[in-house]
């Protein structure tokens, strides 16, 4: 299965990444890229409140595990929060029904599949 992971270099994105590399074809997305991001894997470096990257990224998917998040701090306006954690959601989801990504796989699923 072609998975996209947004919010990838996150903690809890890179176990996602360790339990589903194994199996599944992995394209991980974050707006900065990481050390932690394993070798021979695909990697786009943009933004979830991006359309036109998420048109692109989503294209060929079979699947998305949306972990994109702005968290609050010092250093994050409530807009730039609001624009990845509400409008990035969004653009996430009409973009993945869009490409015809399945939104019905759980993700015990995709563990056992």
């Known amino acids: ?3 996209l992971i947004t919010g990838a270099s996150s903690t ?3 176990k996602v990444v360790d339990v589903l590399r194994p199996h599944h074809e992995l394209t991980l997305v974050d707006v900065r890229y990481s050390r ?3 070798p021979n894997i695909q990697k786009l470096i943009g ?3 991006d359309r036109r990257f998420m048109q692109q990224a989503l ?3 079979d699947a998305v595990i949306h972990m994109a998040i702005a968290h609050e701090d010092a250093a994050t306006a409530d807009e730039e929060r609001w624009e990845v954690n509400v409008r990035g959601a969004l653009i996430t989801v009409q973009e993945a029904v869009a490409a015809g990504v399945k939104t019905d796989i759980g993700f015990l699923d995709m563990v056992r599949l």
């Open 47 to 49: 933004s979830v409140s």
């Open 12 to 14: 809890v994105a890179q």
């Open 36 to 38: 932690e991001f394993p």
């Open 59 to 61: 294209r060929g998917r």
């Open 1 to 3: 299965m072609k998975i």
